[in-house]
């Protein structure tokens, strides 16, 4: 049985501390998440949670967790930079990034796993090609074509819709 009183002492006397930390690394967008997540796992693992000195223990937690976040946003943004070879603004981020997913969706299953190599596990051009069984001229040339063909639906299609 879970020590509730102790946990939500714990909870309103720390949270603000976790939350600060959490804005600290991540920003105002993201941060109660952050501390909401931290409470959950630490609501989870109470019986590891040190009663003492429970503080590290809680920005630990909420470390890892903004370091995650961090790493998964890298990866979206470059797979983003990948697929359209620019860097986007803000405002366009959010339907950039939907159609560089439906994209990448209608890539052949080879293709795929190439530009997932090279964009969320950040492999080189030669890693890649080793991984998906090519030359690395052979994927060289791969992503040239997907590149020049994804570019054709991010630059030229709004275009055509704007006559």
């Known amino acids: 049985m879970r020590d509730e009183s102790g946990f939500t002492s714990m909870f309103q006397q720390h949270y603000e501390s976790v939350l600060r930390y959490a804005w600290r690394r991540v920003g105002p967008a993201d941060a109660a998440d ?44 470059a797979l983003t930079t990948l697929v359209t070879g620019t860097e986007e603004d803000h405002a366009a981020e959010v339907a950039t990034r939907q159609a560089a997913l439906a994209a990448l969706n209608g890539l052949s299953e080879s293709d795929r796993e190439l530009v997932l190599l090279m964009s969320w596990e950040e492999l080189d051009l030669a890693q890649a090609a080793k991984v998906v069984g090519c030359s690395k001229a052979t994927a060289a040339m791969r992503v040239h074509r997907l590149r020049r063909r994804l570019r054709h639906l991010f630059v030229e299609e709004p275009e055509r819709s704007m006559r």
Not at 50 to 67: E, M
């Open 34 to 77: 952050i501390a909401a997540e931290t409470f959950k796992i630490a609501w989870e693992k109470y019986d590891r949670v040190p009663r003492d000195q429970p503080l590290p223990w809680l920005y630990a937690t909420a470390r890892n967790l903004a370091l995650n976040l961090i790493r998964r946003t890298h990866r979206r943004d």
